[in-house]
Every structure is written in C-alpha cells, then in structure tokens.
C-alpha cells in the first residue's frame, strides 16, 4: 500500500512536468497541470503527516513528528486507563456475560453421549491420586489446616441460604416434603401393631379396651388427615410451610444469630474427640474401598458419577428457574472477579507498553493502521487534485 501510495505521487509528477512541457501545444493541458500540482501536494502533505506519526520525515528532527515513539509512556497510560473505564467495568462485563447461557450450554453438554462419562471417568482417575496425597501426614495436616482456614472465612448461614434458594426456586423443597411425608405414612402403616401396644400401656387400668381401641383409631385416622393436608398443595399447611421456608431463607441471609449458631455446631462436632476419632476410623474402611473400586474397570463409583451427572443435566434442563440463578450467580462472580483484578490487567498492558522500545511500538502500530493511513494518502492525492482542478477552473472564469 506504501509502494502504490508513493506511485501515485509519482505518477502525478510525470503528469506534472509532461502538462508543463506540452502546455504551448495543447492549452487543455492546463487543466491536466494544475490537477497534477495539487495532487502533489495533497500526496506530499498527507504523507509527511502519516510518517510523522511514527518517525521523524526523512530521518529529520522536525518538531512534532515521531509522534507515538515520542509519547510512549503516555499511550500506555492512556491506553491502560481506557481499557480499565471502557471495557473492565461491571456494567460491561456483566453485560456481555448476559448473552451467556453457562447452565443451559452445561445442561446440553453432559446430555450427549460420552460427555457424562468421559467427565465421571476423570472425577475417578483423581479419586486415588488424592487419597495417596491424604495418606502422607504432612499432606493430611495440610489439609486439614487449609480446610479449617477456609471454613474460618466462609459464613455458613448465607451459603446455607442460597443453597435453600435454589432449592425453592425449583419447587424441589416441596418435593422433599412429600417424600418425608411419604415415608412418615409408610412408618405409620408398618409400626400400627407396635402404636396400638404404646396407647394400651399408657392408658389407665381401669378404662375399658374398647375405648383404648377407639382413641387409637381415631389418633391414627388424625395423623393420616394431617399428613393429607400436608400433600395438598392448596392446603393451609402447605402455605405455612412455604412461608416459614421464605422466613428462614431470608434469616440465613441476613441474621448473625443463624450465622453464630451454625458456627458454634460446626466447631463443637468437628474439635469433639469422639468425633475425630469415628472420623478417623470411617475413613481408613472408606479409603480402602474407594481405591479398590476406582482401580477397576467396571468401577460403581464413575457408574454413579455418570448417572448423577446425567441425573442433573436433565433435571437442570427442564427447570429454567433453577438455570436462570446459576447464570446469575456465574456473571455476577465472573463480573465481581475481573473487576476486582482490573488492576492487574491494566497494569499487564502498561508494563508491556513500557518495556518495548520506541521503534517497536512505533512498527507495531504501524502493521495495524498503516494499510488505512495509506489510503489517507491515496486519498489526499486524488482529493488534492480534484480541489486543485476546481481552482484553475475558479480562475479562468475570474481571469
């Protein structure tokens, strides 16, 4: 592009000095001359101002050329400050993540052949390389401090409630109720035998069986309408339950007394030494039974794995609620983190800046604008003599 500029701008010289010569013969020419003469300096005029930008013209120290390598520090800094107030902002990036959709993409992903297994696969190949890493105490010590450290700097009750959220948002909390409810039925109806001895041995000696046998039937028929109520969704019980879920939700999430109480059940359980010691024990059987089913082809640990994977990605497509807070969840962390780093990546880009020399800086930015900055040239030469032509025209009309 620089050869055809500089063509041109010679091409306009031969015009020039061909009118110039054969002016006396053929008048016209005039008009050729004079769009030739502006078109040289148009070309000559924008070239000086193109090279100028990125060194002195013809190697000669005219002030105000060599414009990028003489403001080095500046581009950097100005060039760091845009990026961290144009496009590292929350708004934007968060924005962009928008048009994400990070469960939806998952959910698809693991439903496809191979993907559920080839990740359980993984999972499973890691299983024996952490175990050998927990089996060295030093490890194992580390560990567990970092663990400690970790849960020292988490707050229980707000996590416990965004996991309780999820929960409600896809109506999953109601789905836990009933099976309870289930099984409580199903107790009921196994242990009646066992509920009719209980009423009989607690009531006086002198109350005849049959009005034993009365109360319990109507004891037992008043726990199984209860727990009737309790499956209609309609019911008052139902909407007690969903408000006293929403109450605990939002008390999770903003009372310290939840926070503290969680705290205080966590350290008791895990400092207990009866703990530690079932700990210790559970694990060294589980241990042992993790390696060897990991280690076999047909392991029922990635069997599982795949199937709960398989398990999630159907539940997680059907129930766009539940998608719709995780996508959240994803752009708001991923905003947060980047912006919070926007520090580091700016200052990447200046310290980068700032190491090369004039001259690279100068041919960097050249190799991306210089194609267009010649087509400025070319541009000023066809314009310049245009404008020059209209002029010799203005001329004769004022001659």
Do not use: C
């Amino acid at each position: 592009m620089r050869r055809l500029a500089t063509g041109l701008l010679v091409l306009m010289a031969a015009l020039f000095v061909a009118a110039r010569l054969l002016h006396g013969r053929h008048p016209a020419l005039a008009f050729v001359g004079a769009f030739a003469e502006a078109a040289m300096v148009g070309a000559i005029a924008d070239w000086f101002a193109v090279t100028a930008l990125f060194r002195h013209p013809l190697g000669i120290p005219i002030p105000h050329t060599a414009i990028i390598p003489s403001n080095k520090e500046k581009i950097g800094e100005n060039l760091g400050n845009f990026l961290e107030h144009n496009f590292i902002s929350y708004d934007v990036v968060h924005g962009e993540l928008a048009r994400i959709d990070f469960a939806g993409s998952a959910a698809s992903w693991l439903e496809q052949p191979g993907n559920a297994r080839a990740v359980a696969a993984q999972l499973t190949s890691a299983v024996p390389a952490l175990l050998r890493m927990v089996e060295d105490d030093d490890a194992a010590a580390f560990l567990r401090n970092a663990l400690a450290g970790a849960l020292k700097d988490v707050r229980l009750a707000p996590l416990l409630s965004q996991l309780l959220s999820v929960l409600v948002a896809g109506r999953q909390h109601h789905v836990l109720l009933e099976k309870m409810l289930g099984v409580v039925a199903a107790i009921l109806e196994e242990h009646r035998p066992t509920i009719r001895q209980k009423v009989h041995e607690h009531s006086p000696r002198w109350m005849p069986k049959a009005f034993d046998e009365k109360f319990y039937e109507r004891l037992m028929a008043g726990v199984h309408d209860l727990l009737a109520d309790f499956q209609d969704e309609d019911s008052e019980w139902r909407a007690r339950f969903q408000q006293a879920t929403e109450e605990l939700i939002a008390n999770l999430a903003s009372s310290p007394e939840y926070e503290q109480k969680l705290r205080a059940l966590l350290d008791s359980s895990l400092g207990h030494p009866l703990f530690r010691g079932y700990v210790g024990s559970v694990w060294d059987d589980v241990r042992l039974r993790l390696l060897a089913d990991t280690g076999a082809p047909d392991s029922r640990i990635a069997a599982h794995v795949e199937q709960a994977l398989r398990a999630f990605s159907t539940a997680l497509g059907r129930n766009q609620a539940v998608q719709d807070k995780l996508n959240e969840w994803i752009r708001t962390f991923a905003a947060e983190t980047i912006v919070a780093k926007r520090a580091l990546i700016v200052g990447l880009v200046r310290r980068v800046i700032r190491s090369w020399d004039a001259e690279t800086l100068s041919r960097k930015f050249e190799l991306h604008v210089g194609r267009d900055l010649q087509y400025i040239r070319i541009n000023g030469t066809i314009v310049g003599g245009l404008v020059g032509l209209l002029l010799h025209a203005v001329g004769l009309l004022f001659a």
